[in-house]
């Protein structure tokens, strides 16, 4: 949809603003936040990110994700539907000694919807590497 441009011109009507808040954001979207989302997305140039949305989509290196040896801390929505809570589970399962945290009720842009978690999870790292399994 990015490529064909269908995505920009779905961000430019409302019922798309709605779908896309719908998907990106969690149980209740802010409305601002989704208006803001959607011009910024409207302002980028998209060509150089289709070449990486086209590597993620072929390659997988979950097998490798055994390879980490750093503290870790995987974040989820457990309303993202973009990337679901069970893509990280998977990303949590898979590196060793990682932390899986799930954020209620928000979406896919933690930064927006819920940064106090995320600031302390980032806060979490300064108490140093004993992180525990779980979430």
């Known amino acids: ?8 011109q779905l961000m430019r009507t409302r019922t798309g603003r709605v779908l896309i808040g719908a998907s990106m954001g969690g149980k209740h979207p802010s409305p601002a936040m989704i208006e803001v989302g959607c011009d910024m997305f409207l302002q980028q140039d998209h060509r150089p990110l289709l070449p990486i949305l086209r590597a993620c989509m072929r390659e997988d290196r979950y097998p490798r994700l055994a390879e980490i040896a750093v503290p870790t801390v995987v974040m989820v929505g457990s309303a993202d539907r973009t990337t679901p809570p ?17 954020v209620p009720d928000a979406g896919h842009i933690l930064n927006w919807e819920a940064p106090d978690a995320l600031v302390d999870v980032i806060g979490s790292f300064e108490k140093g590497p004993s992180l525990s399994a779980g979430g």
Request: charged share 10%; no cysteine.
């Open 1 to 8: 949809m990015l490529q064909t441009g269908v995505m920009q």
């Open 86 to 102: 069970s893509h990280a589970r998977r990303l949590a399962a898979g590196v060793p000694g990682a932390r899986l945290v799930t």
